[in-house]
Nanobody, 117 residues
Framework: VQLVESGGDLVQPGGSLRLSCAASGVTFSDYDMSWYLQAPGKERQWVAT????????NYADSVKGRFSISRDNAKSMVSLQMNSLKPDDTGVYYCKARKLFSTTTYWGQGTQVTVSS
């Protein structure tokens, strides 16, 4: 099983980025997918989750109205569109797959996002 994130970059405050996570070795539609952020010196924190077929998505209060999670089960990919970025959005973003009706969980290696002028 492999989750590979991409799309991280240095961006100015107010800018946008789109992160992607490509999954392999799993039946993608068997998994809820989430994004987490680990800011410098802080614990990893949940950002957003999308259900296995994309019917439901949930967001942390800190990103509501600015971030949007989506998935393409045909391509085994989940994305995070991040708009109106703030310096507090800086950190490593991780993709997580959680199998339905199971405790089985997989993590990607992370992608760095830096929001700074």
């Amino acid at each position: 099983v492999q989750l590979v994130e991409s799309g991280g970059d240095l961006v100015q405050p107010g800018g946008s980025l789109r992160l992607s996570c490509a999954a392999s070795g799993v039946t993608f539609s068997d998994y809820d997918m989430s994004w987490y952020l680990q800011a410098p010196g802080k614990e990893r924190q949940w950002v957003a989750t999308i259900s296995s077929f994309g019917g439901t998505s949930n967001y942390a209060d800190s990103v509501k109205g600015r971030f949007s999670i989506s998935r393409d089960n045909a391509k085994s990919m989940v994305s995070l569109q991040m708009n109106s970025l703030k310096p507090d959005d800086t950190g490593v973003y991780y993709c997580k797959a959680r199998k339905l009706f199971s405790t089985t969980t997989y993590w990607g290696q992370g992608t760095q996002v830096t929001v700074s002028s």
